[in-house]
């Protein structure tokens, strides 16, 4: 099998305005810790699949990290792992 000269994801600061628009704050420089692997990187590290919705994935295991899927009544977000947020008060 051979491997594509291009990459399917895109690194997790693609997923930055999102997040900003769900939490309010950018938090691409945020840790996260897997639950699968144990591993904590950067948000911005992780890897950010596009399809029916939004997948960030570990960059050590590849689990999921978080899912967005839009629906006709809003947004459907999970957040997995353990994550650490720091987001601006008022």
Not at 1 to 12: F, I, K, N, Q, Y
Not at 61 to 73: I, R
Request: with cysteine; glycine share 14%; proline share 4%.
């Amino acid at each position: 099998m051979s491997v594509p000269d291009t990459a399917r994801w895109l690194d997790g600061n693609a997923a930055g305005g999102l997040l900003v628009e769900l939490l309010g704050a950018d938090v691409t420089g945020a840790p996260r810790t897997c639950g699968s692997c144990g591993q904590t990187h950067a948000v911005a590290s992780h890897r950010l699949y596009q399809g029916a919705g939004l997948v960030l994935r570990c960059p050590g295991c590849d689990a999921a990290a978080l899912v967005v899927t839009v629906t006709d009544s809003g947004r459907v977000v999970r957040m997995l792992g353990a994550w650490t947020l720091r987001l601006p008060t008022g």
